[in-house]
Protein backbone atom coordinates (compact mmCIF):
# COMPACT_ATOMS: atom_id res chain seq x y z
CA UNK A 1 0.00 0.00 0.00
CA UNK A 2 1.20 3.67 -0.83
CA UNK A 3 0.91 5.68 1.68
CA UNK A 4 0.89 9.55 2.36
CA UNK A 5 2.90 10.46 5.45
CA UNK A 6 5.14 7.79 8.14
CA UNK A 7 5.73 9.02 11.50
CA UNK A 8 8.95 7.14 12.06
CA UNK A 9 9.97 6.15 15.92
CA UNK A 10 6.61 6.29 17.92
CA UNK A 11 6.73 5.41 21.51
CA UNK A 12 3.26 3.55 22.43
CA UNK A 13 2.43 4.05 26.42
CA UNK A 14 3.50 0.25 27.54
CA UNK A 15 7.02 0.34 25.44
CA UNK A 16 6.13 -0.63 22.03
CA UNK A 17 7.51 1.31 19.30
CA UNK A 18 6.46 1.68 15.76
CA UNK A 19 6.53 3.39 12.76
CA UNK A 20 2.94 5.33 12.46
CA UNK A 21 1.75 5.15 8.46
CA UNK A 22 -0.80 7.08 7.35
CA UNK A 23 -3.46 7.71 4.20
CA UNK A 24 -6.16 10.02 3.93
CA UNK A 25 -5.85 11.23 7.65
CA UNK A 26 -6.35 8.14 9.29
CA UNK A 27 -3.62 5.33 10.61
CA UNK A 28 -2.87 2.70 7.69
CA UNK A 29 -0.43 0.71 9.30
CA UNK A 30 1.92 0.22 12.49
CA UNK A 31 4.78 -0.17 11.04
CA UNK A 32 7.81 -2.22 12.87
CA UNK A 33 10.19 0.39 14.08
CA UNK A 34 12.99 -1.45 12.72
CA UNK A 35 10.92 -1.79 8.98
CA UNK A 36 11.99 0.54 6.13
CA UNK A 37 10.29 3.75 5.30
CA UNK A 38 10.27 5.08 2.16
CA UNK A 39 7.96 6.30 -0.94
CA UNK A 40 5.86 8.52 1.50
CA UNK A 41 6.47 11.98 3.36
CA UNK A 42 8.47 10.80 6.80
CA UNK A 43 8.42 12.94 10.12
CA UNK A 44 10.60 11.67 12.72
CA UNK A 45 8.88 11.80 15.94
CA UNK A 46 12.05 11.16 17.67
CA UNK A 47 10.75 8.25 20.14
CA UNK A 48 8.13 10.67 21.74
CA UNK A 49 5.50 9.21 23.98
CA UNK A 50 2.09 9.08 21.35
CA UNK A 51 -1.05 9.20 22.45
CA UNK A 52 -4.14 9.52 21.17
CA UNK A 53 -5.70 13.64 21.17
CA UNK A 54 -7.49 14.69 24.04
CA UNK A 55 -11.41 14.97 24.63
CA UNK A 56 -12.67 17.84 26.20
CA UNK A 57 -16.09 16.58 26.64
CA UNK A 58 -17.33 19.53 28.57
CA UNK A 59 -16.60 23.56 28.00
CA UNK A 60 -18.61 26.65 27.54
CA UNK A 61 -16.91 28.62 24.79
CA UNK A 62 -19.22 31.77 24.88
CA UNK A 63 -18.79 32.54 28.61
CA UNK A 64 -14.95 32.80 29.32
CA UNK A 65 -12.80 35.70 29.65
CA UNK A 66 -9.92 33.86 28.22
CA UNK A 67 -7.87 36.73 26.12
CA UNK A 68 -9.98 39.29 26.84
CA UNK A 69 -9.28 41.57 30.46
CA UNK A 70 -9.08 39.90 34.00
CA UNK A 71 -12.45 40.10 35.90
CA UNK A 72 -12.29 39.29 39.49
CA UNK A 73 -14.37 36.30 40.67
CA UNK A 74 -17.72 37.76 42.58
CA UNK A 75 -18.52 35.38 45.33
CA UNK A 76 -22.47 34.66 45.83
CA UNK A 77 -24.05 36.33 48.45
CA UNK A 78 -25.35 33.58 50.83
CA UNK A 79 -23.26 30.42 49.44
CA UNK A 80 -23.57 28.92 46.00
CA UNK A 81 -26.29 29.51 44.34
CA UNK A 82 -26.68 28.83 40.54
CA UNK A 83 -29.57 31.95 39.89
CA UNK A 84 -27.06 34.23 41.40
CA UNK A 85 -24.18 32.90 38.97
CA UNK A 86 -26.13 33.31 36.09
CA UNK A 87 -26.78 37.00 36.64
CA UNK A 88 -23.20 37.57 37.21
CA UNK A 89 -22.70 36.01 34.06
CA UNK A 90 -25.27 37.88 32.28
CA UNK A 91 -23.80 41.75 33.65
CA UNK A 92 -20.04 40.52 32.84
CA UNK A 93 -20.92 38.99 29.23
CA UNK A 94 -22.52 42.55 28.59
CA UNK A 95 -18.79 43.67 28.52
CA UNK A 96 -17.13 41.05 27.49
CA UNK A 97 -15.03 41.23 24.25
CA UNK A 98 -17.20 39.60 21.19
CA UNK A 99 -18.41 36.21 21.74
CA UNK A 100 -16.61 34.23 18.72
CA UNK A 101 -13.65 36.16 19.47
CA UNK A 102 -13.54 34.40 22.97
CA UNK A 103 -14.34 31.43 21.94
CA UNK A 104 -11.35 31.20 19.55
CA UNK A 105 -9.20 32.29 22.27
CA UNK A 106 -10.32 29.36 24.01
CA UNK A 107 -10.70 26.62 20.98
CA UNK A 108 -6.55 27.63 20.28
CA UNK A 109 -6.33 26.68 24.05
CA UNK A 110 -7.65 23.45 24.04
CA UNK A 111 -6.35 22.64 20.43
CA UNK A 112 -2.29 23.89 21.44
CA UNK A 113 -2.86 21.23 24.38
CA UNK A 114 -3.84 17.93 22.38
CA UNK A 115 -7.23 17.81 22.43
CA UNK A 116 -9.04 16.67 18.96
CA UNK A 117 -12.85 16.57 20.18
CA UNK A 118 -15.14 19.06 21.82
CA UNK A 119 -18.49 19.69 23.24
CA UNK A 120 -19.40 22.82 23.78
CA UNK A 121 -22.33 23.64 26.11
CA UNK A 122 -23.26 26.60 23.39
CA UNK A 123 -24.57 26.84 20.11
CA UNK A 124 -21.50 28.63 17.84
CA UNK A 125 -21.74 27.37 14.77
CA UNK A 126 -19.63 29.67 12.77
CA UNK A 127 -16.78 28.92 14.64
CA UNK A 128 -17.32 25.22 14.27
CA UNK A 129 -17.13 25.34 10.93
CA UNK A 130 -13.86 27.96 10.77
CA UNK A 131 -12.08 24.93 13.31
CA UNK A 132 -13.69 21.57 11.57
CA UNK A 133 -10.53 20.74 10.17
CA UNK A 134 -8.48 21.59 13.72
CA UNK A 135 -10.67 20.14 16.00
CA UNK A 136 -13.77 17.83 15.98
CA UNK A 137 -16.76 20.01 17.74
CA UNK A 138 -20.47 19.03 18.94
CA UNK A 139 -22.43 22.00 20.27
CA UNK A 140 -24.86 21.31 22.95
CA UNK A 141 -28.26 23.33 22.97
CA UNK A 142 -27.92 24.45 26.63
CA UNK A 143 -30.82 26.36 28.62
CA UNK A 144 -28.25 28.41 30.58
CA UNK A 145 -31.62 30.23 32.40
CA UNK A 146 -33.68 26.69 32.62
CA UNK A 147 -36.40 25.66 30.74
CA UNK A 148 -39.74 26.05 32.47
CA UNK A 149 -38.86 29.46 34.10
CA UNK A 150 -37.60 31.13 30.99
CA UNK A 151 -40.66 31.63 28.41
CA UNK A 152 -40.05 30.39 25.12
CA UNK A 153 -37.13 28.33 26.11
CA UNK A 154 -38.58 24.61 24.68
CA UNK A 155 -39.38 26.60 21.29
CA UNK A 156 -35.60 28.08 21.33
CA UNK A 157 -33.87 24.63 21.98
CA UNK A 158 -35.93 23.19 19.28
CA UNK A 159 -34.73 25.79 16.61
CA UNK A 160 -31.18 25.64 17.90
CA UNK A 161 -30.94 21.78 17.03
CA UNK A 162 -32.84 22.64 13.56
CA UNK A 163 -30.20 25.69 13.22
CA UNK A 164 -27.36 22.40 13.38
CA UNK A 165 -26.45 21.87 17.43
CA UNK A 166 -25.67 18.50 17.74
CA UNK A 167 -26.86 17.60 21.33
CA UNK A 168 -30.05 19.28 23.70
CA UNK A 169 -29.66 19.97 27.07
CA UNK A 170 -31.19 20.54 30.49
CA UNK A 171 -30.09 22.26 33.82
CA UNK A 172 -30.87 21.33 37.24
CA UNK A 173 -34.70 20.21 36.55
CA UNK A 174 -35.60 20.00 40.27
CA UNK A 175 -33.78 23.23 41.87
CA UNK A 176 -33.87 25.79 38.84
CA UNK A 177 -37.01 24.33 37.15
CA UNK A 178 -38.70 22.79 40.29
CA UNK A 179 -40.75 20.57 38.05
CA UNK A 180 -38.29 17.36 36.69
CA UNK A 181 -41.29 15.25 34.71
CA UNK A 182 -41.86 18.62 32.55
CA UNK A 183 -38.30 19.80 32.36
CA UNK A 184 -37.39 16.25 31.01
CA UNK A 185 -40.53 16.11 29.12
CA UNK A 186 -39.16 19.18 26.82
CA UNK A 187 -35.58 17.92 26.58
CA UNK A 188 -36.24 14.60 25.61
CA UNK A 189 -39.12 15.38 23.81
CA UNK A 190 -36.37 17.85 21.60
CA UNK A 191 -34.49 14.62 21.98
CA UNK A 192 -36.31 12.29 20.24
CA UNK A 193 -37.78 14.52 17.93
CA UNK A 194 -34.59 15.16 16.39
CA UNK A 195 -32.69 12.14 16.85
CA UNK A 196 -30.28 14.21 19.02
CA UNK A 197 -28.52 13.01 22.18
CA UNK A 198 -28.72 14.63 25.69
CA UNK A 199 -26.40 16.16 27.99
CA UNK A 200 -27.83 17.52 31.32
CA UNK A 201 -26.60 19.97 33.59
CA UNK A 202 -26.70 18.51 37.65
CA UNK A 203 -25.70 20.48 39.98
CA UNK A 204 -28.36 19.45 42.58
CA UNK A 205 -26.89 17.24 45.60
CA UNK A 206 -27.35 14.17 47.79
CA UNK A 207 -30.97 11.87 47.05
CA UNK A 208 -32.12 14.98 45.14
CA UNK A 209 -29.46 14.82 42.88
CA UNK A 210 -29.74 11.03 42.73
CA UNK A 211 -33.33 10.95 42.17
CA UNK A 212 -32.77 13.46 38.88
CA UNK A 213 -30.40 10.84 37.86
CA UNK A 214 -32.77 7.77 38.12
CA UNK A 215 -35.15 9.81 36.63
CA UNK A 216 -32.87 10.68 33.54
CA UNK A 217 -32.17 6.89 33.18
CA UNK A 218 -35.17 5.77 33.28
CA UNK A 219 -36.33 8.37 30.26
CA UNK A 220 -33.14 7.09 28.47
CA UNK A 221 -34.05 3.59 28.41
CA UNK A 222 -38.24 3.93 27.57
CA UNK A 223 -36.46 5.85 24.46
CA UNK A 224 -33.77 3.44 23.91
CA UNK A 225 -31.35 6.26 24.05
CA UNK A 226 -28.53 3.78 26.23
CA UNK A 227 -25.46 5.47 25.18
CA UNK A 228 -26.87 8.37 23.67
CA UNK A 229 -27.50 10.33 27.25
CA UNK A 230 -24.62 12.24 29.53
CA UNK A 231 -25.26 13.89 32.67
CA UNK A 232 -22.53 16.66 33.50
CA UNK A 233 -21.45 17.18 37.40
CA UNK A 234 -23.87 14.75 38.67
CA UNK A 235 -22.75 16.12 42.67
CA UNK A 236 -24.94 13.85 43.86
CA UNK A 237 -23.24 10.73 43.31
CA UNK A 238 -20.38 12.26 45.46
CA UNK A 239 -22.27 12.17 48.79
CA UNK A 240 -24.75 9.43 48.82
CA UNK A 241 -24.16 6.82 50.66
CA UNK A 242 -21.75 3.93 49.25
CA UNK A 243 -25.04 1.34 49.09
CA UNK A 244 -27.38 4.48 47.42
CA UNK A 245 -24.34 4.78 45.02
CA UNK A 246 -24.32 1.19 44.23
CA UNK A 247 -27.64 1.53 42.76
CA UNK A 248 -27.46 4.21 41.00
CA UNK A 249 -24.29 3.16 39.49
CA UNK A 250 -26.29 0.01 38.38
CA UNK A 251 -28.67 2.29 36.92
CA UNK A 252 -26.38 4.31 34.99
CA UNK A 253 -24.66 1.47 33.72
CA UNK A 254 -28.03 -0.24 32.47
CA UNK A 255 -29.00 2.51 30.89
CA UNK A 256 -25.79 3.89 28.79
CA UNK A 257 -25.73 7.07 30.73
CA UNK A 258 -22.38 8.54 30.83
CA UNK A 259 -21.30 11.13 33.85
CA UNK A 260 -18.94 13.90 33.24
CA UNK A 261 -16.78 14.80 35.91
CA UNK A 262 -14.17 17.53 35.90
CA UNK A 263 -13.54 16.86 39.94
CA UNK A 264 -13.89 20.47 40.65
CA UNK A 265 -12.99 22.40 43.93
CA UNK A 266 -14.37 21.97 47.39
CA UNK A 267 -17.21 19.99 46.13
CA UNK A 268 -17.93 16.19 46.33
CA UNK A 269 -17.64 15.00 43.20
CA UNK A 270 -18.75 11.25 41.02
CA UNK A 271 -16.32 8.51 42.59
CA UNK A 272 -14.88 7.52 39.35
CA UNK A 273 -13.43 3.95 40.54
CA UNK A 274 -16.20 2.64 41.93
CA UNK A 275 -18.83 4.02 38.88
CA UNK A 276 -15.84 2.45 36.32
CA UNK A 277 -16.26 -0.47 38.83
CA UNK A 278 -20.27 -0.78 38.09
CA UNK A 279 -19.81 -0.30 34.40
CA UNK A 280 -20.47 3.63 33.52
CA UNK A 281 -18.44 5.93 31.32
CA UNK A 282 -16.42 8.35 33.09
CA UNK A 283 -15.69 11.06 31.10
CA UNK A 284 -14.21 15.06 31.90
CA UNK A 285 -13.77 18.09 31.03
CA UNK A 286 -12.86 21.91 31.72
CA UNK A 287 -16.35 23.16 31.97
CA UNK A 288 -15.76 26.97 32.35
CA UNK A 289 -12.89 28.68 31.81
CA UNK A 290 -11.62 31.59 33.80
CA UNK A 291 -15.14 33.18 33.45
CA UNK A 292 -17.81 34.16 35.67
CA UNK A 293 -17.87 30.34 37.74
CA UNK A 294 -14.48 30.62 38.50
CA UNK A 295 -11.20 31.81 37.50
CA UNK A 296 -9.74 28.57 36.94
CA UNK A 297 -8.95 26.86 33.75
CA UNK A 298 -5.80 26.29 31.04
CA UNK A 299 -7.78 24.17 28.12
CA UNK A 300 -5.44 21.49 28.82
CA UNK A 301 -7.15 17.83 29.42
CA UNK A 302 -3.57 16.25 30.35
CA UNK A 303 -3.88 18.56 33.60
CA UNK A 304 -7.25 18.05 34.13
CA UNK A 305 -6.14 14.25 34.00
CA UNK A 306 -3.50 15.25 36.99
CA UNK A 307 -6.40 17.40 38.92
CA UNK A 308 -8.75 13.70 38.63
CA UNK A 309 -6.74 11.49 39.94
CA UNK A 310 -5.04 13.88 42.57
CA UNK A 311 -8.56 15.07 43.69
CA UNK A 312 -9.85 11.03 43.73
CA UNK A 313 -6.42 9.87 45.71
CA UNK A 314 -5.17 8.06 42.54
CA UNK A 315 -1.43 7.08 43.34
CA UNK A 316 -0.42 3.25 41.71
CA UNK A 317 0.58 3.31 37.97
CA UNK A 318 -3.14 1.79 37.06
CA UNK A 319 -4.83 4.31 39.02
CA UNK A 320 -3.43 7.15 36.90
CA UNK A 321 -3.99 5.57 33.49
CA UNK A 322 -7.41 5.39 35.05
CA UNK A 323 -7.11 9.64 35.12
CA UNK A 324 -5.78 9.12 31.80
CA UNK A 325 -8.06 7.09 30.22
CA UNK A 326 -11.37 9.67 31.36
CA UNK A 327 -9.47 12.21 29.07
CA UNK A 328 -9.12 9.98 26.61
CA UNK A 329 -11.17 7.01 24.95
CA UNK A 330 -14.00 7.24 27.48
CA UNK A 331 -14.41 10.68 26.58
CA UNK A 332 -14.43 9.41 23.11
CA UNK A 333 -16.81 6.51 24.20
CA UNK A 334 -19.23 9.54 25.73
CA UNK A 335 -19.14 11.64 22.71
CA UNK A 336 -19.31 9.09 20.21
CA UNK A 337 -16.41 9.67 18.19
CA UNK A 338 -16.15 7.67 15.05
CA UNK A 339 -12.37 6.40 14.54
CA UNK A 340 -10.67 7.15 17.99
CA UNK A 341 -7.27 5.10 19.37
CA UNK A 342 -3.86 4.63 18.04
CA UNK A 343 -5.25 1.21 15.83
CA UNK A 344 -5.32 0.74 11.84
CA UNK A 345 -8.07 2.05 10.53
CA UNK A 346 -8.33 5.05 13.34
CA UNK A 347 -8.23 8.91 12.72
CA UNK A 348 -4.32 9.81 12.79
CA UNK A 349 -5.34 12.64 15.94
CA UNK A 350 -2.49 11.92 18.35
CA UNK A 351 -0.17 14.05 20.95
CA UNK A 352 3.47 13.80 21.00
CA UNK A 353 4.69 13.45 24.99
CA UNK A 354 7.78 14.52 26.75
CA UNK A 355 7.07 11.34 28.97
CA UNK A 356 8.47 7.77 30.08
CA UNK A 357 4.91 6.50 30.01
CA UNK A 358 1.34 7.96 30.72
CA UNK A 359 1.07 7.74 34.68
CA UNK A 360 4.25 10.00 34.24
CA UNK A 361 2.63 11.88 32.02
CA UNK A 362 -0.24 12.64 34.17
CA UNK A 363 1.56 13.65 36.94
CA UNK A 364 4.21 16.07 34.84
CA UNK A 365 2.03 17.49 32.59
CA UNK A 366 4.93 17.74 29.54
CA UNK A 367 4.77 20.67 27.99
CA UNK A 368 6.58 20.64 24.15
CA UNK A 369 3.47 18.72 22.19
CA UNK A 370 3.26 17.88 19.11
CA UNK A 371 -0.63 17.42 18.01
CA UNK A 372 -1.61 16.08 14.49
CA UNK A 373 -5.41 16.04 13.67
CA UNK A 374 -5.92 14.04 10.31
CA UNK A 375 -1.79 13.53 10.06
CA UNK A 376 -1.40 17.02 9.89
CA UNK A 377 0.38 19.34 12.73
CA UNK A 378 -2.00 21.40 13.92
CA UNK A 379 -0.17 22.85 17.30
CA UNK A 380 3.57 22.58 18.50
CA UNK A 381 4.77 23.74 21.57
CA UNK A 382 0.89 24.65 22.76
CA UNK A 383 0.43 27.43 19.78
CA UNK A 384 -2.36 26.76 16.62
CA UNK A 385 -0.06 26.08 13.67
CA UNK A 386 -1.61 26.26 9.72
CA UNK A 387 -5.10 27.88 11.00
CA UNK A 388 -6.39 29.09 7.53
CA UNK A 389 -9.74 31.65 8.36
ZN1 LIG B 1 -20.84 23.33 32.55
Redesign the pocket.
Known amino acids: MAFDKIFLNARFDGGARHHIAVKDGRIAALLPADAPASGAETIDLGNALVVPGFVEG?I?LDTSFYGDAWRPHKPCTDGFNVHERVAFQAENMAEAAPMDVRARNQLDLCIGHGSVGLKS?ETILRVREEYKSLIDIQLVAFPQSGILTSPGTPQLLDEAIGLGANLVGGLDPASFDRDVEKHLDVVFGVASKHGVDVDI?LHDMGTLGAFEIEQIAARTRALGMEGHVAI?HAYGLGDITADQLKGVADILARSGVAIMTNAPGARNFPPILALRGAGVTVFSGN??IRDSWWPYGDGDMLRRATTLGYRSGFNVDEELRIAFDVVTSSGAKALRLEGYGLHVGAKADFVTLNAEHVPEAVVAVPQGRAVYKAGMLVALDGRVVGKQR
Open positions: HHLHSDN
